[in-house]
């Protein structure tokens, strides 16, 4: 795209005045855009005879970024075509006031051709700090600029446009941009524009289905354009991994790469983590190693140290976004969160003499994110990975309850890590192996053998393991019994209402293993079978078909992209029915089978043995996703074995 001399020094000038620029407020400024900016005409409706009831006529995305920090510019010009549209009434930005400002451009009603102005110079913009995740224990002091649009009808266009400037020094004026095509219906124009000069390390990537960008360069300026006009989004194919779902973006970035972000991070964790001389925390060291002989038992010792004694509180405020605590001020305070109890734990370790580092995980949607722009911004947590006889354990000071020791940690699901060092470092991916024992096994046992017409006792056993047992553990531990007692009667009897509960039993093991015991009365209904002249009684739910099925596709990008399974999961079923007369002429009828169906593992067994008659299913998971090309016959063996009814009949005249 041509770029005028007299941009071009715009721009320069601009780039200047972003280096230069107040840091940032906890109002927003009210002014037209920066010159570097283009400001677009309002687009004519686009031809649409299946437009939403709110129409997207312009979506203006620009962006200038060199070694200071970065500046986003947004304009979104919507029309309101029926009253559903009329819900979407306020326009909120929210900031962080220590590290962005904000400017405010127009907010404006235009109808019959007249533009209302609503923004009238912040007379009519509330400004308030709202801490959106207070509930979970974390406080970032963003600020929320809110303002109502008065008086919005069906026909009227509305015209809403900022600025947002970001500049972090803790970082090194380091940012990312990151766009994405996410709109229904057809928008009559979409511009994304971004700028840099030589000296500032910007790189970029798309993923499918985001348009082909036109790259220019006039000076020492560069842009990268797309200006698209009566454009369609396109739509992610339903179940697939996020890295095959991520269509129509593009990501760029001012980090050198993963190194960069790792050699950045690395002087403000070493930093937090030396303790002073006369640190309380070193009494409580010296009692660890003096009751721990080994190394994993120090370590697990330090870890509980960490979760039993302080609390999780996320402090984003100031610097608090990268930059921990450090492990004194956490551990005199008794609160942080991951970064600070990650500080607090690696002091403690390293004084111990166990090998560990801090390593950033994302853990929203982390599938892909190897083929990501490097950035800070990547990452959401931070543990502790220490290394003891050559094995990595995963330490995670913001869980709380592990019991039984290093070895019954499970790696975390997160599947990419950047370890934080010095000499900086690259992604590195987690392993997660298949789980060895069922994280959910339940056994329910129904003692028919006084007859088929009278009660039959229940007990049902349900234990969990992992992070599933250590939840429910927790429970135990925060709730009155009695409480959860009729919580799991009531959430029992929904699903399980042919049984009547009389009581719940609790146990909970040095490993964390959490049991439920439930001991009831059912009524079992035994059917008379015309067909075969015998009755018979039908596991409820069973034979229902309701399989869970991977769904089919419609046309688009990545359709071929492979269906994502559960993974790790590993549960086991089992139903037990005492039969009278120790099961003499008692047989049983359900699927029966031991192979692999998608990624599982799949063990089902009916049989009458020793006078039970016994239905075992058992799932274990064995990968992550599975071929798109495979998909339709899992389903067809889905369904099948939905259809199979798990059923005991008794010998004629029962």
């Given at each position: 795209?041509?770029?005028?001399?007299?941009?071009?020094?715009?721009?320069?000038?601009?780039?200047?005045?972003?280096?230069?620029?107040?840091?940032?407020?906890?109002?927003?400024?009210?002014?037209?855009?920066?010159?570097?900016?283009?400001?677009?005409?309002?687009?004519?409706?686009?031809?649409?005879?299946?437009?939403?009831?709110?129409?997207?006529?312009?979506?203006?995305?620009?962006?200038?970024?060199?070694?200071?920090?970065?500046?986003?510019?947004?304009?979104?010009?919507?029309?309101?075509?029926?009253?559903?549209?009329?819900?979407?009434?306020?326009?909120?930005?929210?900031?962080?006031?220590?590290?962005?400002?904000?400017?405010?451009?127009?907010?404006?009603?235009?109808?019959?051709?007249?533009?209302?102005?609503?923004?009238?110079?912040?007379?009519?913009?509330?400004?308030?700090?709202?801490?959106?995740?207070?509930?979970?224990?974390?406080?970032?002091?963003?600020?929320?600029?809110?303002?109502?649009?008065?008086?919005?009808?069906?026909?009227?266009?509305?015209?809403?446009?900022?600025?947002?400037?970001?500049?972090?020094?803790?970082?090194?004026?380091?940012?990312?941009?990151?766009?994405?095509?996410?709109?229904?219906?057809?928008?009559?124009?979409?511009?994304?524009?971004?700028?840099?000069?030589?000296?500032?390390?910007?790189?970029?990537?798309?993923?499918?289905?985001?348009?082909?960008p036109k790259l220019s360069k006039t000076g020492r300026m560069h842009e990268l354009l797309v200006d698209l006009s009566a454009a369609a989004a396109p739509k992610m194919p339903v179940g697939a991994p996020v890295r095959f779902a991520r269509v129509g973006e593009l990501q760029a970035t001012t980090y050198r790469g993963w190194e960069d972000v790792?050699?950045?991070?690395?002087?403000?964790?070493?930093?937090?983590?030396?303790?002073?001389?006369?640190?309380?925390?070193?009494?409580?060291?010296?009692?660890?190693?003096?009751?721990?002989?080994?190394?994993?038992?120090?370590?697990?010792?330090?870890?509980?140290?960490?979760?039993?004694?302080?609390?999780?509180?996320?402090?984003?405020?100031?610097?608090?976004?990268?930059?921990?605590?450090?492990?004194?001020?956490?551990?005199?305070?008794?609160?942080?969160?991951?970064?600070?109890?990650?500080?607090?734990?690696?002091?403690?370790?390293?004084?111990?003499?166990?090998?560990?580092?801090?390593?950033?995980?994302?853990?929203?949607?982390?599938?892909?994110?190897?083929?990501?722009?490097?950035?800070?911004?990547?990452?959401?947590?931070?543990?502790?990975?220490?290394?003891?006889?050559?094995?990595?354990?995963?330490?995670?000071?913001?869980?709380?309850?592990?019991?039984?020791?290093?070895?019954?940690?499970?790696?975390?699901?997160?599947?990419?890590?950047?370890?934080?060092?010095?000499?900086?470092?690259?992604?590195?991916?987690?392993?997660?192996?298949?789980?060895?024992?069922?994280?959910?096994?339940?056994?329910?046992?129904?003692?028919?053998?006084?007859?088929?017409?009278?009660?039959?006792?229940?007990?049902?056993?349900?234990?969990?393991?992992?992070?599933?047992?250590?939840?429910?553990?927790?429970?135990?531990?925060?709730?009155?019994?009695?409480?959860?007692?009729?919580?799991?009667?009531?959430?029992?009897?929904?699903?399980?209402?042919?049984?009547?509960?009389?009581?719940?039993?609790?146990?909970?093991?040095?490993?964390?293993?959490?049991?439920?015991?439930?001991?009831?009365?059912?009524?079992?209904?035994?059917?008379?079978?015309?067909?075969?002249?015998?009755?018979?009684?039908?596991?409820?739910?069973?034979?229902?078909?309701?399989?869970?099925?991977?769904?089919?596709?419609?046309?688009?990008?990545?359709?071929?992209?492979?269906?994502?399974?559960?993974?790790?999961?590993?549960?086991?079923?089992?139903?037990?029915?005492?039969?009278?007369?120790?099961?003499?002429?008692?047989?049983?009828?359900?699927?029966?089978?031991?192979?692999?169906?998608?990624?599982?593992?799949?063990?089902?067994?009916?049989?009458?043995?020793?006078?039970?008659?016994?239905?075992?299913?058992?799932?274990?998971?064995?990968?992550?996703?599975?071929?798109?090309?495979?998909?339709?016959?899992?389903?067809?063996?889905?369904?099948?074995?939905?259809?199979?009814?798990?059923?005991?009949?008794?010998?004629?005249?029962?």
């Amino acid at each position: 795209m041509f770029v005028s001399k007299y941009l071009t020094a715009f721009v320069a000038a601009s780039t200047f005045m972003l280096a230069g620029a107040a840091h940032a407020a906890d109002k927003p400024v009210y002014a037209p855009p920066a010159k570097w900016v283009q400001v677009a005409e309002i687009p004519a409706p686009p031809a649409d005879d299946q437009a939403p009831a709110t129409q997207l006529l312009l979506d203006d995305n620009q962006s200038l970024h060199d070694a200071a920090g970065s500046a986003y510019y947004n304009r979104r010009v919507v029309k309101i075509l029926r009253s559903e549209g009329l819900q979407g009434g306020s326009r909120n930005l929210t900031w962080d006031p220590e590290r962005e400002t904000v400017t405010l451009h127009s907010l404006a009603i235009i109808r019959d051709g007249q533009r209302i102005d609503l923004l009238k110079d912040g007379k009519d913009v509330l400004v308030l700090r709202r801490e959106k995740n207070l509930e979970r224990a974390m406080l970032d002091g963003r600020m929320t600029a809110s303002i109502q649009l008065n008086d919005l009808q069906v026909g009227d266009t509305v015209d809403w446009a900022y600025t947002q400037e970001r500049r972090d020094p803790v970082v090194g004026g380091r940012t990312n941009d990151f766009e994405r095509m996410g709109w229904s219906g057809i928008a009559g124009r979409y511009r994304v524009r971004l700028l840099w000069d030589d000296v500032t390390p910007l790189t970029w990537k798309t993923t499918t289905a985001f348009p082909e960008p036109k790259l220019s360069k006039t000076g020492r300026m560069h842009e990268l354009l797309v200006d698209l006009s009566a454009a369609a989004a396109p739509k992610m194919p339903v179940g697939a991994p996020v890295r095959f779902a991520r269509v129509g973006e593009l990501q760029a970035t001012t980090y050198r790469g993963w190194e960069d972000v790792s050699a950045r991070m690395a002087p403000l964790y070493a930093k937090a983590a030396i303790l002073a001389p006369d640190s309380p925390l070193r009494a409580e060291i010296a009692a660890i190693a003096a009751a721990n002989p080994d190394a994993k038992t120090r370590a697990f010792a330090a870890l509980k140290l960490v979760e039993d004694k302080t609390r999780y509180l996320f402090l984003g405020m100031g610097e608090g976004g990268y930059r921990p605590a450090a492990a004194d001020q956490t551990w005199s305070r008794r609160f942080g969160d991951c970064k600070g109890k990650t500080v607090l734990l690696m002091a403690i370790l390293r004084e111990l003499g166990v090998e560990a580092e801090p390593v950033m995980v994302m853990t929203l949607g982390p599938d892909g994110l190897d083929q990501r722009v490097p950035a800070a911004a990547q990452f959401n947590h931070v543990l502790v990975r220490a290394r003891i006889d050559g094995k990595s354990y995963w330490l995670d000071g913001t869980r709380n309850g592990d019991r039984g020791g290093l070895d019954t940690l499970e790696p975390p699901a997160w599947r990419w890590g950047l370890p934080v060092r010095a000499a900086g470092a690259s992604l590195e991916s987690i392993e997660q192996p298949p789980l060895s024992k069922p994280e959910a096994e339940g056994v329910m046992r129904i003692d028919a053998s006084a007859g088929l017409d009278k009660p039959a006792s229940v007990r049902v056993a349900l234990t969990l393991r992992g992070d599933k047992g250590l939840v429910l553990a927790r429970m135990l531990e925060v709730a009155p019994r009695a409480d959860l007692d009729r919580q799991f009667k009531q959430s029992f009897s929904a699903a399980y209402g042919w049984i009547t509960l009389d009581r719940i039993e609790w146990s909970v093991s040095d490993l964390g293993e959490t049991t439920m015991t439930m001991v009831g009365t059912a009524e079992m209904e035994w059917r008379l079978n015309d067909d075969l002249g015998v009755r018979e009684w039908r596991k409820p739910g069973s034979g229902a078909g309701q399989p869970t099925l991977f769904p089919r596709r419609e046309p688009g990008p990545n359709v071929d992209a492979p269906y994502v399974t559960p993974f790790p999961t590993y549960t086991v079923t089992t139903t037990e029915v005492v039969l009278p007369n120790r099961g003499a002429g008692f047989t049983v009828k359900g699927p029966t089978f031991d192979g692999r169906i998608a990624n599982d593992q799949v063990r089902q067994l009916a049989e009458v043995k020793d006078g039970v008659a016994r239905f075992v299913d058992s799932a274990r998971s064995l990968g992550r996703e599975i071929p798109a090309a495979e998909a339709e016959a899992v389903n067809r063996v889905r369904r099948q074995m939905s259809e199979q009814a798990q059923i005991v009949r008794a010998p004629k005249g029962a």
